[in-house]
T-cell receptor, first 117, second 109 residues
Framework: GAVVSQHPSRVICKSGTSVKIECRSL??????MFWYRQFPKKSLMLMAT?????????EQGVEKDKFLINHASLTLSTLTVTSAHPEDSSFYIC?????????????FGPGTRLTVL | DAKTTQPPSMDCAEGRAANLPCNHS???????VYWYRQIHSQGPQYIIH???NNETNEMASLIITEDRKSSTLILPHATLRDTAVYYC??????????FGTGTKLQVIP
């Protein structure tokens, strides 16, 4: 299957700082990528849909000014958590759709564990 | 809200078939049924998907009822490495997907 990578895999930061997470599709071009957040023992919650060359679409309750998404190329989307606080500590996961078919399955990255002190 | 209902947990003996059910009574005609699994602290892994017909690949089989209101994922010979949370999702056709709470499968030696 298609491969999606994320970087970094883990990050620890101080409260008030910003953190950037990268999501790359390694062997295919992804016009659409998705960003999820997962708290301990909970399911994945979709945060936003990232479309190459256009603004991201955010889910209800997700602050677009706090979670900045950039999808500058067909293989890279970035999520920046601005002014991070301890409650932003979570497992952030991206996924990308394989293009060209209506039955697109999503391929997920390995996730980034963010800890805000 | 998730469009699927799954039992919260199941046990399966190693080497036996694991049958994971999923109800999706509100599925629409162009929506696919997808199965993913998530092993602890990893990203979800795609397993299989189908529209109407039963599907089989190297990982699993997917049985979809004729009315498409439910499906069953079958792992034919469960191993300890199959212990994970299994998510049944309906969607696709360029629609976003919503994860439910999934089924936590524990494979027992």
């Amino acid at each position: 299957g298609a491969v999606v990578s994320q970087h970094p895999s883990r990050v620890i930061c101080k409260s008030g700082t910003s953190v950037k997470i990268e999501c790359r599709s390694l062997d295919f071009q992804a016009t659409t990528m998705f960003w999820y957040r997962q708290f301990p023992k909970k399911s994945l919650m979709l945060m936003a849909t990232s479309n190459e060359g256009s603004k991201a679409t955010y889910e209800q309750g997700v602050e677009k000014d706090k979670f900045l998404i950039n999808h500058a190329s067909l293989t890279l989307s970035t999520l920046t958590v601005t002014s991070a606080h301890p409650e932003d500590s979570s497992f952030y996961i991206c996924s990308a759709e394989t293009p060209g078919q209506s039955s697109d399955e999503q391929f997920f990255g390995p996730g980034t564990r963010l800890t805000v002190l | 809200d998730a469009k699927t209902t799954q039992p919260p947990s199941m046990d399966c003996a190693e080497g036996r078939a694991a049958n994971l059910p999923c109800n999706h009574s509100t599925i629409s005609g162009n929506e696919y049924v997808y199965w993913y699994r998530q092993i602890h602290s990893q990203g979800p892994q795609y397993i299989i998907h189908g529209l109407k017909n039963n599907e089989t690949n190297e990982m699993a089989s997917l049985i979809i009822t004729e009315d498409r209101k439910s499906s069953t994922l079958i792992l034919p010979h469960a191993t300890l490495r199959d212990t994970a949370v299994y998510y049944c999702i309906v969607g696709g056709g360029y629609q976003k997907v919503t994860f439910g709470t999934g089924t936590k499968l524990q494979v027992i030696p």
